[in-house]
């Protein structure tokens, strides 16, 4: 039987009453929790005024840092540190490598802005070299992308669980990060983007936690808005940001700041400074809520999958000239995130597609002329017979 959840999320449904938000890939509607979570905030910075940090580390960060902890299977809690986004934690990252040096990295050519513009920046700035592997075939990624790392060593290895391009997932995740940590000389920095993969594939980092770098954030599955995401780092990093703010050793604030510049022992060591907090109290609010329902990532999982199938076998019915199994990325023996991904033949296509389904109230986008369609725990297989009915028929 399909659990209702959508009266989690009345605050936002009820603004939307009409609307087919398949766009949950992108941003998730928040639940009602997350409104109470808002003012807990500002009620706490009321009440704790200058002392309002060590109360937000205290009771805010610290029960937060746990619940992610038992979300991505990791034993080292305190190895979480939050950021305003995961720019900024690319950017901190980054800046571990000489300046001006011309370092190399190993990335695929499916990762999101934010690191993909910031390396080809960096390419035209610096010079440094960025080897892309291609996700696609998606059935050979991980044995090409771990024959490049065989092939040369790198400075850094960066690349998605989930590409956020095509919903494309890292099949056996921990065999290939194991091969990756074999092969790559021990400082090469190993980065995963977890984004799209955060509260919405089962995953358990701690067979490779000790060595690589975890990222995801609030915006998308987690549906606690912008402004929240975390960096796991592998316990005892000795790494040095030369980008760093005063909360990367927040314990030594008080301390005379002379001589070599101190870093946290823990994640907190690649901090920056002041933020808004107020991200996190919504994180947890929702975290909070998915352990009040037992909703566990692999929960989430089942709840979107069967969508996600049940808006599969609907195609079938349908001779939709763009909305068809043809045009859809999917192989249903393969790991898949919670979007659907339809190649429209030009971008101009997906994007005028977007706005007929928009006039239509279906929200989805599209990156280039990938048009995505992501469902959450607020839809029900209602709203896929919904979308079907609305389908235009050309
Ligand atoms: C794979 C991936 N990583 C990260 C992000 C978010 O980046 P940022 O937090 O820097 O805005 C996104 C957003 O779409 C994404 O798709």
Not at 67 to 79: F, K, M, N, V, W
Not at 181 to 194: F, W
Not at 329 to 351: C, E, I, M, R, W
Not at 377 to 383: K, P, R, T, W
Request: charged fraction near 20%; include cysteine.
């Amino acid at each position: 039987m399909q659990i209702i959840y959508k009266k989690y999320f009345s605050r936002f449904l009820t603004l939307h009453p009409n609307e087919l938000h398949f766009t949950a890939h992108s941003h998730h509607f928040w639940p009602d929790v997350t409104r109470d979570a808002v003012m807990r905030h500002w009620d706490d910075s009321a009440r704790y005024v200058d002392n309002k940090w060590e109360w937000i580390m205290d009771e805010v960060f610290h029960p937060t840092q746990k619940l992610i902890a038992d979300l991505i299977g990791s034993e080292t809690p305190e190895q979480i540190v939050f950021g305003a986004n995961t720019h900024e934690f690319i950017c901190r990252l980054l800046s571990c490598f000489r300046r001006e040096a011309v370092f190399s990295i190993l990335t695929t050519d499916s990762e999101f802005q934010s690191f993909g513009r910031q390396a080809r920046r960096l390419e035209e700035e610096v010079g440094i070299t960025v080897k892309k592997i291609p996700v696609e075939p998606i059935g050979t990624f991980n044995s090409r992308f771990i024959e490049a790392l065989r092939q040369q060593q790198f400075d850094l290895i960066f690349l998605s669980q989930v590409f956020y391009n095509s919903g494309r997932a890292i099949a056996d995740l921990d065999a290939f990060m194991q091969a990756l940590i074999e092969l790559a000389s021990l400082d090469t920095v190993i980065v995963l983007d977890g984004y799209h993969a955060f509260c919405a594939l089962p995953t358990t980092i701690s067979p490779f936690a000790d060595r690589v770098f975890y990222l995801a954030g609030g915006y998308k599955y987690a549906q606690a808005g912008e402004g929240v995401c975390f960096l796991h780092s592998p316990p005892g990093s000795e790494l040095r940001p030369v980008n760093t703010g005063w909360f990367a050793d927040f314990g030594g604030l008080s301390s005379d700041q002379h001589g070599a510049v101190a870093y946290a022992k823990d994640g907190l060591r690649f901090a920056g400074a002041t933020f808004d907090p107020g991200g996190v109290y919504r994180l947890k609010s929702v975290l909070e809520l998915f352990r009040s329902l037992g909703l566990e990532s692999k929960k989430i999982h089942e709840h979107v999958k069967n969508l996600q199938d049940f808006f599969i076998s609907r195609l079938g019915t349908t001779d939709h000239p763009l909305i068809n199994q043809g045009n859809l990325l999917y192989d249903s023996g393969s790991p898949h995130g919670h979007f659907l991904t339809f190649v429209l033949g030009s971008q101009k296509n997906a994007a005028d597609f977007c706005t007929q389904l928009k006039k239509i109230g279906v929200y989805t986008d599209h990156r280039g002329n990938h048009l995505r369609m992501g469902f959450g725990i607020y839809h029900e297989a209602a709203d896929i017979k919904e979308f079907f009915s609305r389908l235009p028929k050309t």
